[in-house]
């Protein structure tokens, strides 16, 4: 094997790996970036931006069905092709990663193109080459769709998150194995351009980590696009089935469509990295760190593989945490509490810190509002598609929110303000006298605080719910 030193050394280049990667070689350190796959990651190629340019697409065709009634007449023809190809072209071309690679080398960095493998502490294996970190090592190898072992799917050419938004063409049915974020997003979309769709959640509802009310709302307009909902059901066996794929549940139904899409979650990739060599040992499929993100001596992890949440913004928020220990920098330790999550369907879902249901399992003397978008100003005045409600979690003992979720028309863009108000633990007092733009979705927000501040004394019951219209 040949030897080769460097300052640094990232495992897997997907968006947090090459964020941090490419900060610290333009810091003017030596750094070496391993990555078998994409440079780029899941996010770019086949996750975050590709998915919402799909979901735009089809949001598109259904803002101009709501001119009836409104602003006049519109007729649209859904036609998959311009998406397919604006989400190929983004993909430079075709999932090429040459441009993010000429990206990060342009910023100083060495790309190995391979599986990094750890042999040590310091020591990182990709083929027969052989790294040694003079600072340490990052590990940000990412994750991967979960494939469960139901009989029978290695018998059938499934779908994952890759094959469905990556196709040129679109199936005339659709089964969707799983009703979280990616098989409702999927599911909407194609539904929109015409694809029979059916969501089979193993969960008593669809969304099964977000408030029980954002999954009401989200079935309804799921249903309102044609979309057969199965929840509380497992698939038990796959087999091929004329140009088709059948799916038995555990009750003895039989589905079938032409294309399966195997949405049920994903995985960390831990497995394979010689863990063991460096010292670390995985717990619960992920790596775990310290609010500092180290995971060993000398040894950082970023991203889905730390546990801490499998989105993009987190793996970018550790990154900046781990450049600035290996600069030598001070921030603050990592702090998950106002983490925001947002799904992408029509309505948008966004919601950050507790739910109702963690807060009360915490603790806390929790105090709830609940209002319904279409009872605010700006969703009255939207009118069609203004199905929603705000939803607000209070600490009632020292008067702040700990949790919220926003469902309704851009309901993902109201987390900057919430997630503030949770990160900083802002007075609901102080949220209540601020001066809200009238009329906007966010004045929403005010008004439910407002609403809540004002009728709390009412609410004697500690598990009682305010619901406001």
């Not at 139904?253 to 990295?273: F, H, I, K, P, Y």
């Not at 009118?383 to 607000?392: A, F, Q, R």
Request: contains cysteine; hydrophobic residues 45%; charged residues 20%.
């Amino acid at each position: 094997m040949s030897d080769h030193e460097a300052d640094v050394i990232v495992i897997g280049l997907g968006t947090g790996g090459e964020e941090l990667a490419g900060r610290l070689a333009m810091a003017g350190l030596d750094v070496v970036g391993i990555e078998p796959a994409l440079v780029g990651g899941e996010c770019a190629y086949w996750a975050c931006i590709p998915t919402k340019m799909a979901v735009r697409a089809a949001n598109l065709l259904v803002e101009a069905r709501r001119i009836d009634g409104v602003a006049g007449h519109a007729a649209v023809t859904p036609d998959w092709e311009p998406v397919a190809t604006r989400i190929r072209d983004q993909a430079a071309g075709g999932w090429d990663d040459s441009y993010a690679v000429a990206r990060f080398e342009g910023r100083g960095g060495r790309f190995v193109r391979g599986r990094g493998v750890l042999t040590g502490p310091r020591s990182v294996a990709v083929g027969a080459l052989a790294f040694t970190a003079r600072r340490g090592i990052v590990i940000a190898t990412g994750s991967r769709p979960i494939v469960p072992p139901i009989p029978g799917l290695d018998g059938v050419p499934y779908w994952t998150s890759h094959e469905a938004i990556s196709t040129p063409s679109l199936p005339s049915s659709l089964l969707v194995l799983g009703g979280g974020a990616v098989g409702c997003e999927l599911g909407q979309v194609f539904a929109r351009f015409g694809v029979e769709v059916t969501i089979v959640e193993a969960a008593e509802r669809l969304l099964p980590g977000e408030e029980p009310e954002a999954s009401v709302v989200v079935s309804a307009a799921l249903a309102a696009d044609g979309v057969r909902i199965r929840t509380g059901a497992r698939a038990e066996r796959v087999e091929p089935r004329d140009n088709a794929v059948a799916v038995t549940l555990d009750d003895g139904t039989e589905l079938a469509a032409e294309r399966l899409l195997v949405a049920v979650g994903r995985a960390s990739n831990v497995s394979g990295l010689g863990l063991e060599a460096a010292g670390i040992a995985a717990s619960g499929g992920a790596i775990p760190v310290d609010d500092r993100l180290r995971a060993g001596d000398g040894i950082w992890a970023i991203g889905d593989v730390t546990g801490k949440g499998m989105f993009s913004h987190v793996a970018l928020y550790q990154a900046g945490i781990v450049v600035a220990a290996i600069l030598g920098e001070t921030v603050p330790p990592a702090d998950y509490r106002s983490l925001p999550r947002a799904t992408f369907t029509d309505p948008e879902v966004g919601s950050v810190g507790m739910t109702e249901a963690t807060a009360r399992k915490s603790g806390l003397d929790v105090a709830v509002v609940v209002k319904p978008v279409a009872a605010t100003f700006r969703g009255w005045l939207h009118g069609t598609g203004n199905e929603g409600l705000i939803k607000l979690v209070a600490d009632r003992t020292d008067g702040v929110l700990v949790g919220a979720t926003s469902v309704g028309p851009h309901g993902a863009e109201l987390l900057g303000m919430l997630a503030l108000a949770v990160h900083q633990r802002v007075p609901l007092e102080d949220l209540r006298t601020m001066i809200y733009a009238f009329p906007t979705f966010h004045g929403g927000v005010g008004e439910a605080i407002g609403a809540y501040a004002r009728a709390l004394v009412q609410v004697l019951d500690p598990d009682a719910k305010l619901l406001l219209d």
